[in-house]
């Protein structure tokens, strides 16, 4: 793989993003006992609001591990976003794509939450 031609990086150290670029990055975890975990993000950095905004984007979370969760939570409070715990991750599954609490649209918290009480299971 010839990697000067990709237009990929992988960053050793913090950094300003390029700002003709757009905002998209992988993270990839490789545990030890085999649990493997990726994801691929994209900026949303714009849709963040003060916590007293009407109308403010939710975003959920969900793990098994109450530190790594809280840590989420207040980085999502930090970018302007109310945080939504789906927890523990075997109940997480309205997250998923395409179930109501995957939703492609902004939406608060009251609704994100009402989409994750009211999901059912397909059968």
Do not use: C, Q
Request: glycine share 8%; aromatic share 10%; proline share 9%.
């Amino acid at each position: 793989m010839d990697w000067a031609e990709l237009r990929l990086a992988v960053p050793r150290n913090g950094g300003a993003w390029p700002s003709d670029t757009p905002r998209i990055a992988g993270l990839s975890s490789f545990g030890v006992s085999g649990t493997n975990a990726h994801a691929v993000m994209e900026a949303i950095n714009t849709d963040g609001a003060p916590a007293s905004s009407p109308n403010r984007r939710a975003l959920a979370y969900a793990s098994d591990h109450r530190e790594a969760a809280g840590y989420v939570a207040g980085l999502y409070e930090e970018l302007g976003f109310d945080a939504v715990d789906a927890s523990p991750l075997s109940e997480s599954w309205p997250l998923e794509h395409p179930r109501p609490a995957f939703p492609i649209f902004p939406v608060t918290k009251e609704r994100l939450f009402a989409y994750l009480t009211t999901a059912r299971r397909a059968a």
